[in-house]
C-alpha cells in the first residue's frame, strides 16, 4: 500500500540553510522511490482557516517511507529544516483505488 510523508509547514525562512535543505533533499528520496507529489504552491482556500505550505511525498509503501525519514542521509539535512521552519510532519497510509467513504465504518465498528 501506498504511504506519503506529508507536512505543512509555516515561518518557513528563506535563507542559505533552506536552499542548502532543498538542493540536497531530492538525492534523499532517490534510495527508497520517494517523490513529490506537492510542494507548496498556491492554494484555492474553500474553508476554514489555511496558513502555510503544504508538502506530500509519495512512497511505494510505509516501511520506505520509514527508511527515508530514519536515514542518515535525510538526517544530516533535517536541522537545516527544523532550524529555518515550523510545521507538523506526518507518515500516513494511502487506500486502495476501490476504497468507498463507507469503509471507515468498517473500521470503526470493529
Known sequence: MSAYAVARLTDVVMGPEIVEYIKRID????PFNGHF???GGPVERLEGA???DLIMIGFPN???ARAWYASSAYRDILPLRTSNSKGD????EGV???HRAT???N???A
Do not use: K
Open 27 to 30: 538525492a534523499t528520496l532517490e
Open 37 to 39: 507529489l506537492i510542494h
Open 50 to 52: 489555511w496558513s502555510g
Open 62 to 64: 510505509m516501511e520506505s
Open 89 to 92: 510532519v506526518i507518515l500516513i
Open 96 to 98: 486502495s483505488p476501490d
Open 103 to 105: 469503509d471507515i465504518l
Open 107 to 109: 473500521a470503526v465498528a
